[in-house]
């Protein structure tokens, strides 16, 4: 075999490792973006649902709206209309971003940036929510009563001394446990990220 005929056989060999490795790499981040993707699936499903059915409750309160006849019935319905639609869209946006993050795109570097942004928007809308959601507590009682008994909560308050403390307590633990998933997944979505490192 002559010089020239090995190094012809060395330059095709080092082209098919080259065009392996490339498609490995390829595969990695394939099975690597789809594992990330798929860490917040079960969560979109929830959030999706839960949206559903808040902005059903919303196109409810104001269909209802001229039953609120006071003005702090009124500022109550507003405000728990706004609640029901706002932060559902704004946490299913955020979820959006973060789960579409495009791995392949940029380098790991960059990409830990982007997922660093997404994941501090995503835990502070969650944290918002979280706190919104003791103000809810106060507003929705009224709206509900009113809507659904004709009675203003506020001229016989007997029920709020019952709901209230019970709500704080449920909405507590239920806000405790929902943002404890949304932290655990989101750095499981991490430590995939950083395994690519």
């Known amino acids: ?15 098919e490792l080259e065009s392996q490795k490339k498609l490995t790499n390829e595969l990695i981040m394939n099975m690597t973006q ?20 808040c902005i059903i409750a919303a196109i409810f309160v104001l269909s209802k709206f001229s039953l609120l006849d006071t003005w702090y019935l009124q500022l109550c319905g507003l405000f728990t209309v706004i609640f029901l ?4 869209v704004l946490t299913l946006n955020s979820l959006r971003r973060i789960q579409k ?20 928007q995503l835990l502070f809308l969650q ?25 203003d909560i506020f001229v016989d308050s007997n029920i709020l001394y ?13 806000a405790r446990w929902g ?13 995939i990220l950083k395994e690519l490192e």
């Open 34 to 53: 789809e594992k990330y993707s798929n860490k917040f699936q079960k969560i979109s499903t929830y959030e999706t649902i839960g949206g559903v059915i």
């Open 101 to 120: 993050l495009n791995i392949a795109d940029k380098n790991i570097k960059e990409t830990l940036v982007s997922f660093s942004k997404a994941k501090k």
């Open 162 to 174: 019952v709901y209230l403390p019970i709500m704080a307590i449920f909405i507590f633990f239920f």
């Open 1 to 15: 075999m002559e010089l020239k005929e090995l190094e012809t056989l060395w330059s095709e060999m080092s082209q």
């Open 179 to 191: 943002y404890g998933c949304y932290k655990s997944i989101t750095n499981s979505a991490e430590n």
């Open 85 to 88: 639609i706002l932060l559902p």
């Open 127 to 151: 944290r918002l929510g979280i706190y919104l959601s003791f103000i809810l507590m106060f507003t929705v009682l009224p709206v509900a009563s009113k809507i659904m008994n004709s009675k």
